[in-house]
């Protein structure tokens, strides 16, 4: 009997020490499997020298996890549906868009489900319903080490958010960090400490509003010190001009992609013709493969985004007197119109804060012919054409603002557009995004000719919103020699082509311009220039001037295009000279930019003395749809 109980003890202590055993080489198996199965279907994977690093990562989540679980079968099925949905979920976004999951795609993560349809988002659905309901129910919550455990997180949550520049000093200094390559920081990291050190990162970012002296030394700095600096204009003879913006989904020239072998031009020749007209100009994107919400700040706001996160979702905080604002100010009506979610990248709240007076979005359209999800754009722009009618006849000017769906990856198309394109074996991404831009062209063509019959003298610009997403690490560009698979070797002339998409500006009866390369921030300048306004604004900041060259931020870099060639401004200590001038006005631009959107607004007191204008905050950041503003 007394060894009996002896032994019991020994026995529950040995079960113990085996549960961990079992858990941990569970966790090694799993990392190991992962990893080469990610290598193998997506070509993702962190190098040799982060292996160690990476898998102790795991490790130590999973020594959490097992602390609070009531079972290694419970631990292994909960740990197993974590571990995968946040490893694939990272390999997907890193083989489409070239970069790893970030704290802000978790919060961003809504709007991707308002993308899905059908299998994609009930598999979406299932990444993130399955690990939570798993998590919960492998929990002891009755068991004293699993407060023990939560406790732990608890307290080492509270410190990083406590002291996050901190902490964020450290790792990079253990781990190392690079701004403009974030695929390097996850290949020399691995996936929790990518998370971790991001989150950390974001967390000690977070700058003050501006101070009243910073903003007058911004304003110094850019040449705006009072408002009799800004940009004037000759005004023109007779009443207000309509102005037309029609941002096309993921609208590029797919004949770049020589390796596609395609069997035909797929852009209408009609375009062909305008564009050429307009010396093939360019605009130049914040962003690559998506995230159009940014594209959109800069044209309607005219100040660069320069973060891997999107503005509309957290930078613009308060009402500004962005494009839609500005031209209210001098009697226009201006129309949004999305055939999307009305909520999706919190446009209800954004349209509404820069001045938008209707937003029009998936609700007010009569979805009469779908692309799978995607309302055509032959459709949306008829109904567009028939609601403004009146107003193009009116008295009152109209900014007309088009954002189009259709286009958008997977790019699908219904029976009555079928496949006209063919591409070379294994390019069937390509050979689908090329069909979708044989109708989109076309249908933009059509609608174009329409516009400018029933609005001759109106001011219309379109373009590209940013490249398609075409495959794993830059699959389609990659094989035409247009990309490599990583933005480390990148030239300094792929982070243009990265960017870069067809643009073409229509002045009325004086048909289309020149402008040459363009950043989309310096658009709105552009425009108000073209429409005689004289009145002061903060986007006269921006306007391109002739001769100088187009200056493009991205995330941890930008670049100086002259039209000849393009320099490359990345790490601060090995810039080169050229990179001195444009580094220095950005970072005036930034804080103008924070102060606006985001702060006291001390800058609007000079550039912006519009009568009526009140500088003022929302408190709400609700995405609840309201498409009625």
């Not at 032959?378 to 009146?390: F, G, I, K, M």
């Not at 306004?533 to 493009?552: C, N, Q, Y």
Request: aromatic share 10%; glycine share 8%.
């Amino acid at each position: 009997m007394n060894q009996l109980r002896l032994s019991t003890p020994f026995q529950s202590g040995l079960r113990r020490v085996l549960g961990w055993i079992g858990a941990m080489l569970f966790v090694a198996a799993w990392y190991l499997a992962a990893q080469a199965l990610m290598d193998l279907l997506f070509e993702v994977k962190p190098r040799p020298e982060a292996f160690r690093a990476d898998l102790i990562a795991h490790l130590v989540i999973g020594a959490l996890l097992y602390g609070m679980s009531s079972s290694l079968a419970r631990f292994a099925l909960a740990t197993t549906a974590l571990f995968t949905a946040l490893t694939l979920g990272n390999a997907l976004k890193m083989s489409t868009l070239g970069g790893p999951l970030m704290p802000d795609d978790f919060v961003a993560a809504k709007n991707m489900f308002l993308l899905l349809d059908g299998w994609q988002l009930a598999g979406a659905a299932l990444m993130v319903a399955v690990p939570t309901i798993l998590l919960w129910w492998t929990i002891a919550w009755r068991r004293a080490w699993s407060w023990v455990n939560l406790g732990v997180i608890t307290l080492a949550v509270a410190l990083l958010v406590a002291f996050p520049e901190t902490a964020s000093l450290k790792l990079d200094k253990q781990f190392g960090n690079s701004v403009w390559n974030q695929r390097g920081n996850f290949e020399s990291r691995g996936l929790p400490l990518q998370l971790l050190q991001e989150s950390v990162r974001s967390r000690a970012r977070r700058e003050p509003a501006p101070t009243a002296g910073e903003v007058e030394a911004a304003l110094a700095r850019l040449g705006a010190a009072a408002p009799s600096d800004l940009i004037k204009v000759a005004s023109p003879a007779g009443p207000p001009r309509n102005l037309h913006m029609i941002v096309l989904e993921s609208f590029w020239d797919p004949m770049l992609l020589t390796a596609s072998e395609l069997s035909a031009d797929p852009l209408d020749p009609a375009f062909r013709a305008l564009w050429a007209a307009s010396g093939h100009a360019h605009a130049l994107a914040p962003v690559f493969g998506g995230y159009t919400a940014n594209t959109e700040f800069e044209i309607l706001c005219g100040f660069p985004v320069e973060r891997d996160n999107v503005f509309f979702e957290g930078g613009l905080r308060n009402e500004a007197p962005c494009l839609p604002r500005h031209l209210a100010s001098a009697g226009y009506r201006s129309f949004a119109s999305h055939p999307n979610a009305a909520s999706f990248w919190n446009r209800v709240n954004a349209y509404r804060r820069i001045g938008f007076d209707t937003y029009w979005s998936d609700g007010d359209f009569d979805l009469d012919d779908m692309n799978r999800s995607f309302l055509s754009d032959a459709s949306l722009y008829r109904q567009v054409l028939d609601r403004l009618a009146p107003q193009l006849q009116g008295p009152t000017p109209v900014f007309n603002y088009v954002l189009t769906y259709f286009g958008h990856l997977p790019y699908p198309l219904n029976a009555q557009r079928p496949n006209v394109i063919s591409a070379a074996e294994g390019h069937a991404t390509v050979e689908a995004y090329a069909n979708t831009m044989y109708y989109k062209s076309r249908e933009l063509m059509d609608f174009l000719s329409e516009l400018r019959q029933r609005d001759p003298d109106g001011l219309i610009v379109l373009f590209g919103d940013h490249l398609p997403a075409l495959g794993n690490q830059f699959g389609g560009f990659r094989e035409s020699g247009l990309l490599a698979s990583s933005r480390a070797e990148f030239t300094d002339a792929m982070f243009r082509t990265l960017v870069a998409t067809p643009l073409i500006l229509i002045d009325g009866r004086r048909g289309v311009l020149e402008t040459g390369d363009l950043p989309f921030y310096q658009l709105p300048g552009l425009l108000l220039r073209l429409l005689g306004d004289t009145r002061h604004s903060m986007m006269a900041l921006t306007a391109p001037e002739p001769g100088a060259p187009a200056i493009r931020p991205l995330p941890g870099l930008h670049f100086i295009d002259d039209g000849d060639t393009v320099t490359t401004c990345r790490d601060p200590a090995q810039q080169p000279a050229a990179c001195a001038e444009s580094t220095s006005w950005l970072a005036a631009l930034r804080v103008i930019g924070r102060d606006i959107f985001s702060g006291a607004q001390h800058a609007l007191r000079r550039l912006e003395p519009t009568p009526g204008f009140r500088a003022a905050a929302f408190e709400s950041t609700s995405d609840e749809p309201t498409p009625r503003l």
